[in-house]
């Protein structure tokens, strides 16, 4: 990927898996802004360049859903791709119907994930 390319967001609570996800998209040549809570990424939104999110579901604070919900709200308009380790019965569903562009479980394939994010950039 040549520089100057899309920016990835990477929403997670856990610290490791931000650094995790930073360092394989930067082996792609991604950048990356990761945000540790929804509340950062929000606050920013406005003003972010960002060319996809990726946002895990389960956190502390507004968990994906309700991120995904605000974003309706909004009208933000951003490629969505949610993660999470904890898939339940009709939870892909429903942040398809929330306007998530792709769902993929944790420990997620870096193969499947930079798939996606090329799919939605």
Same mark, same amino acid.
Do not use: W
């Given at each position: ?59 502390? @604070?507004?968990? *994906?859903? =309700? ?10 308009? &951003?490629?969505?791709? $949610?993660?999470?380790?904890? @898939?339940?019965? *009709?939870? =892909? ?10 769902? &993929?479980?944790?420990? $997620? ?13």
């Amino acid at each position: 990927m040549k520089a100057g390319g899309p920016v990835v967001g990477v929403l997670d609570d856990e610290d490791q898996m931000r650094k995790a996800l930073s360092r394989l998209l930067a082996t792609y040549g991604y950048q990356v802004e990761a945000y540790a809570c929804s509340a950062d990424l929000l606050a920013v939104l406005s003003f972010s360049h960002l060319g996809c999110l990726i946002l895990d579901l389960h956190m502390p @604070d507004l968990n *994906g859903f =309700e991120v995904l919900q605000t974003f309706i709200d909004r009208c933000v308009n &951003l490629p969505v791709i $949610v993660i999470t380790g904890h @898939d339940m019965p *009709g939870t =892909e569903e429903r942040v398809r119907s929330l306007g998530a562009a792709a769902y &993929l479980l944790k420990p $997620v394939d870096d193969a499947a994930l930079v798939a996606a994010i090329r799919h939605v950039t």
